[in-house]
């Protein structure tokens, strides 16, 4: 049975070419990054995958006004395996969305156009996301094309809204469909990794974005004592949760390559548009990534001893607002999905896979805040986001061999 499959998947090449070709010329960009959203290209995989025998399609869109048709579409494909769903699937996500192509000159040709070359197919969302997608198709239609069943029912979850963090994707699904999944579910997420192979996630650090606003009064520049500069006390603050939070959390962690939490201050709004002006509101953000051992609850708790501290000391009000909010335990590495994913990188590849955490965020983490297993790999060139991003072909079949064996043993 391995054989057949394995022979079936390098006979598709052309088909992966050619629907690495289709995806890539219909950009599924967030509208927060100035795109219409997933549906034209949804619309065409759903077609795609009917034409070639994988019929069990569900939709789950999500309202979005903001999107072409006002909605943001999220796909489910079922095949059928020897076991009841109740006794839990394999399921294998990927998503639909990409981001913008960037700084166009950073691109040899149109990155809405695939060029093939030397075994590299360049597009923007070539490699991210839809290796992992792409590669999930070839593994399910080699069960089907050969009239066989994996052990367990597979599901294919074509997702939206990945790259701007998920509330229109799987985010969505687990507020309004949560019964579509159960705890003896196991899920595969093509999404990051390394050349090797050998890497797979099994642990993020809990993500944390805030926004914090400080509001003073706006002075002349040549009398900062009438006023409250909301511009210092906002620099003050940023320093102080840098500072106090990376002392107060600083327990490292040998799974992630960075051990430990993360709290960096990053985006910053405009104040008053003169030199001579104290400004009265200050806006910057934050981004923390912080190990799995401490709750985001503990950090919030610390950063409102550290607001109140700098409020008082620069006479201004501070609030802020949660911009992002993100936390999920590890998956243990002796969790089967995890055993029989290392055993079919090791058949495929001829690397020891290894269990590693991340500092990024993935959509692994809505599901093991359920209790489902869930690993996070792929075999990639490391192209993601930037000009001339590339797929290698072997990558796209050497991964849907090993998710086709990751469902003929998990």
Same mark, same amino acid.
């Given at each position: ?147 066989? !069943?994996?052990?367990?029912? $597979? *599901? %294919? +979850?074509?997702?939206? /809204? ?6 229109? #994707?799987?985010?969505? !699904?687990?507020?309004?469909? $949560? *019964? %579509? +999944?159960?705890?003896? /579910? ?6 990051? #990794? ?7 996630? $099994? ?13 003073? #009064? ?193």
């Amino acid at each position: 049975m391995k054989e057949k499959i394995f022979t079936w998947i390098d006979g598709a090449l052309p088909a992966a070419v050619e629907l690495e070709k289709e995806l890539t010329k219909r950009p599924a960009i967030s509208p927060d990054s100035g795109g219409e959203g997933e549906l034209e290209k949804c619309l065409f995989l759903e077609e795609w995958l009917k034409a070639h025998g994988i019929n069990q399609l569900e939709r789950y869109d999500a309202p979005d006004n903001r999107a072409k048709g006002g909605i943001r579409p999220n796909l489910i494909a079922t095949i059928n395996g020897k076991t009841n769903e109740t006794e839990g699937c394999l399921w294998i996500i990927s998503h639909l969305d990409v981001v913008p192509p960037g700084d166009l000159s950073l691109w040899t040709n149109d990155p809405w156009t695939v060029t093939e070359k030397d075994g590299r197919l360049i597009g923007r969302g070539t490699e991210d996301n839809q290796q992992g997608l792409i590669s999930s198709i070839l593994a399910a239609l080699a069960f089907i094309k050969q009239n066989l !069943l994996p052990d367990r029912t $597979i *599901k %294919l +979850f074509f997702a939206a /809204d990945e790259e701007t963090g998920s509330a229109f #994707g799987i985010g969505w !699904l687990m507020e309004n469909y $949560i *019964k %579509l +999944f159960n705890q003896n /579910d196991m899920a595969l997420i093509p999404d990051s #990794g390394a050349s090797t192979g050998e890497t797979v996630e $099994i642990a993020e650090k809990n993500l944390l974005w805030i926004r914090f606003t400080t509001k003073g #009064g706006q002075a002349h520049g040549s009398r900062p004592d009438t006023g409250a500069n909301a511009f210092l006390a906002g620099a003050d603050l940023a320093l102080n949760l840098h500072e106090k939070l990376s002392e107060k959390f600083n327990k490292h962690d040998s799974l992630f390559d960075l051990e430990y939490s993360t709290f960096e201050p990053t985006k910053k709004e405009a104040n008053v548009p003169n030199i001579n002006t104290i400004p009265g509101e200050d806006v910057f953000y934050m981004d923390m990534r912080i190990l799995p051992c401490y709750t985001i609850k503990s950090v919030l708790e610390e950063i409102d001893k550290i607001i109140e501290e700098t409020a008082a000391k620069h006479k201004v009000s501070i609030e802020y607002k949660i911009i992002q909010s993100n936390e999920s335990p590890a998956t243990s590495e002796q969790a089967p999905l995890i055993k029989s994913l290392s055993t079919a990188i090791g058949e495929i590849y001829g690397v020891k896979a290894r269990p590693v955490g991340i500092s990024g965020g993935t959509v692994a983490a809505y599901l093991r805040r359920t209790g489902i297993d869930c690993a996070v790999w792929a075999k990639i060139a490391g192209s993601a986001h930037q000009g001339d991003e590339y797929v290698l072909t072997d990558n796209i079949l050497g991964d849907a061999k090993v998710m086709a064996l990751l469902a003929l043993t998990c």
